[in-house]
């Protein structure tokens, strides 16, 4: 799993995940590839593509081009040289924006920088999911500047007035601020872009008072509403986020796998909205629902405020979206899926985290999965799988791996069960009838110790394929021995049994085996006859190893064998190995070399074995309904 990304903390995740029904994914870096760049850009009148000229005074795009490099951490950085991609170091949304700076503007933001360190900020209020938006105030002669930056709504809603790109101010008025929402920030969100919203503001404290009335000896940096408002916005950008090129085709076979991938996300519901379609989350004509984190707790609760589990259980069935969310409310969709009655059995959820505040959605689910580029310490902590990639296909292999680990031990007890019923059967019915067995307890200790430990191996290095997302999930009551194991089981079963009896009891007149057999022992050398027998069981055995790969009733036992190259080597070992034994054993393994015929024998009745899988396969292993019993 190390090799598909994954890094595993908690072995119980493994198995887990493979009887997932639900994947609660983040979309920036998970669904996409984390590599912001701003494509769209509106500065108080028209859009204009980027990157494309820029009608901007020098005075405007001074003060736009501060805004973005003071109001940014200053471990964000972009890196461009000639020979080299571009490389984006920290978030990459606030990248997105430098990157803007100095290649579209043409201005250096690291001067910038240098002209307002950190240390000379007033207040900084740092990005939450909570507030969505981030602040710095600078002094600057005769007072302050405070810049603020974040989700275009919530900032635009803050702002009294818009600074166009000729330097000219006009109010933002009711009807304007609905105009700039629908058509310039649900323009770009249609198109899949994450909009933000830049804007400052001027508090004049010369005189002994600030420009909107409050006294210079009163202002109250700590009370960030007061201080974060009657902004001027600058303008507002479209950052496009690509959604990887992997996805689309990942998520369409969790849906055929009957993985159900709901996308939780702080972005634009209708950015949202636009990025699950192109990754097939949600399709036109579907039923799907779409909700932003406000509505989603307005629908779920009662009128005490409290959650609701009977009203979440009508929305999550349908939700495969959820927009501009909070960790709270990750959690609370994790949870109410976890405890819900809706469906026949118990959800299993998986979900993707990589900040501080995802941790309780990562421990409260069933598998918590933390990014291991993009996430924190805390989020790594209280994950049971660190995606080393942060991509979402990363998931979907260890989905494949933990039904693989499933059906891997499935195998080996198909495998192992059935040589333990026949030489049980054959043991017993021999020592009645006969007061002796033919199954020595060195030849018996060999089978076990050797071939069924070369055969568990066989089974075990067994890789994961794509049929295992082809299934539905097993769920987390699913019998590790189904009702088709068990008919194989008894029905191979069956077959070496009485294909031993018949060699014991019938072997001597056929075969032409003349020995003078002994209670315990056979007088003289050991017996051909015993050896026959122990022979042909180790040889079946051998041969019903292929038939063990197959526990859901496939055709083919030999689909895929040589995909596992461990297979077939230790397939030709445990054959070979079995002929060293018995042609060279002697007394220690209580054996005697057998004819050409004889070792014919062996392989006949192991062939057989292959066969009769097949007619095992006509023997129905689910109950099926009759019409007539329910006219």
Known sequence: MMQDHNLVRHLFACETMGCATTICSDKTGTLTTNRMTVTAAWFG??????????????????????????????????IITPSAPLEQRGNKTECALLHFVQSSANMDYHSIRQANPEDSFAKVYTFNSSRKSMSTVLRIAGGYRVFCKGAAEIVLAKCSSVLDESGTTYPLTAERFDVISQKVISSMASDGLRTLCVAYRDINTSNGRQDFGDNAQTIDFENENSVVSGLTC???????????????????????????????????????????????????????????????????????????????????????????????????????IINSKATKHREVVAVTGDGTNDAPALKKADVGFAMGIAGTDVAKEASDIILTDDNFISIVKACMWGRNIFDNVSKFLQFQLTVNVAALSVSIISACVLGDTPLKAVPMLWINMIQDTLGSLALATEPPGDALLKRKPYGR???????????????????????????????????????????GHVAGDPSVLYTLIFNALVVMTSFNLINARCIHNEANVFTGIFRNIYFPVLWTLMMVTQVLVVEFGGYAFSTTPLSVEQWGISLFFGVGSLLWYHVLRLIPTKRRKMPFLEM
């Open 45 to 78: 009148r028209d859009i204009h593509i980027i990157p494309g000229h820029l009608p901007l005074d020098e005075v405007t795009k001074e003060l736009v081009c501060t805004a973005i490099a003071v109001n940014s951490s200053y471990s964000s950085d972009v």
């Open 234 to 336: 600058l303008g507002i950008f479209g950052v496009e986020d690509p959604v990887r090129p992997e996805v689309p085709k990942a998520i369409r076979r969790c849906q055929g796998a009957g993985v159900t991938v709901r996308m939780v996300t702080g972005d634009n519901v209708e950015t949202a909205r636009s990025i699950a379609r192109k990754c097939g989350i949600i399709r036109d004509g579907d039923e799907s629902l779409v909700l932003e984190g406000k509505e989603f707790n307005r629908l779920i609760t009662d009128e005490l405020g409290n959650i609701s589990q009977m009203k979440l259980d009508k929305i999550w069935p349908s939700l495969r979206v959820l927009a501009r969310s909070t960790p709270k409310d990750k959690f609370t969709l994790v949870e109410g």
């Open 477 to 519: 009551k699913k019998q590790i021995i189904s009702t088709t194991i068990a008919r194989n089981i008894l029905g191979q079963g069956i077959y070496q049994t009485v294909v031993l009896l018949s060699l014991l009891f019938l072997g001597p007149k056929y075969f032409e085996i003349h020995e003078i057999r002994q209670i």
